[in-house]
């Protein structure tokens, strides 16, 4: 049986107690409820969020059929084109934003609180990851499900699969979202320049809104360098009903993301609260 924690020494000779992967599950799945149950007493924010991206579909949609053309899109119509992208703007906008709630609770004091608790460190910074998984699941399925009565192609097991790897995605996203946080506590103004700064360039260089092919060729080769992009590119071949070598870069980018975000965040929530 998985022991609850393993003890070390410290160099100073005292002892010191590392959590076991039984401790840090169990611990994980607490914070994890804790922070979705934050989400579902205040269902108004996911709600409100779904608005930008919905007159986003609305309004730019059209246009972009019209003057781009359907032989930019493969022949597609530009919804079942863009739509994928608007899905991929949803998991930024929200899990950038995420630390921005971590900051709430520096300022009145709760997340010391829950320092207090003997919760192992890890599961802090996991637990509010995690948790950024199922929202984004929820509306990006609740968007494509919207958008079929004005001619989406809906291919459920294809949309599935695409929304676990944007799940993975912003997990990463979130973590990095967190640690960012933690770094900037004192001074949230640094926060929302950090994200706002890195925030539009990724979205453009990724083709989001627009073909990337359409532009210069300095873009495109930036775009090769940001990890957004094969996940964009995933998700439209995803949502196009196809599997196919951009969904194994997409599943690829999205499982380097999430580990990167949770080794940055898990060093950080641990050097912060040492």
């Known amino acids: 049986m998985q022991p609850l924690s393993t003890n070390l020494t410290h160099p100073d000779g005292a002892a010191v107690t590392k959590p076991g992967l039984g401790k840090i599950v169990r611990d994980t799945k607490f914070v994890f409820w804790r922070e979705l149950l934050l989400v579902l007493r205040d269902p108004f924010s996911l709600v409100f969020s779904l608005l930008q991206p919905l007159i986003f579909l609305a309004l730019f949609g059209p246009l972009l059929g019209a003057a781009v053309g359907t ?3 493969g022949g597609e119509s530009s ?3 863009f739509l994928p992208g608007v899905v991929v703007m949803i998991s930024l906008f929200g899990t950038t934003m995420t630390g921005s709630n971590l900051q709430y609770e520096l300022m009145t004091g709760s997340y010391e609180r829950i320092l207090a608790t003997p919760l192992s460190r890890s599961s ?3 637990g509010r990851a995690l948790k950024e998984w199922a929202p984004l699941v929820a509306q990006g399925l609740l968007i494509a499900l919207v958008c079929i009565p004005f001619g989406f192609v809906f291919y ?9 790897i944007l799940g993975i995605f912003g997990i990463g996203i979130g973590a990095l979202s967190y640690t960012l946080a933690l770094i ?8 929302w320049g950090v994200q706002q700064t890195l925030l539009f360039p990724l979205m453009i260089l990724s083709g989001i809104m627009l073909p990337i092919e359409a532009g210069p060729g300095w873009m495109q080769a930036l775009s090769r360098y ?3 992009t094969y996940l964009v590119n995933a998700e439209r071949e995803l949502f196009a009903g196809t599997v196919g070598a951009d969904t194994l870069w997409g599943l690829v ?13 898990i060093r950080t ?5 040492l």
């Open 71 to 73: 032989e930019a899109f």
């Open 79 to 81: 919804l079942q084109w």
């Open 124 to 126: 802090l910074m996991i």
């Open 156 to 164: 459920p097991l294809h949309v599935l699969l695409g929304l676990l």
């Open 184 to 191: 900037t506590q004192g001074t949230e103004w640094v926060f």
């Open 226 to 228: 940001n990890p957004l």
């Open 253 to 265: 980018a999205a499982v380097l993301t999430a580990a990167v975000g949770l080794a940055v965040g």
């Open 269 to 273: 929530t641990k050097k912060q609260t």
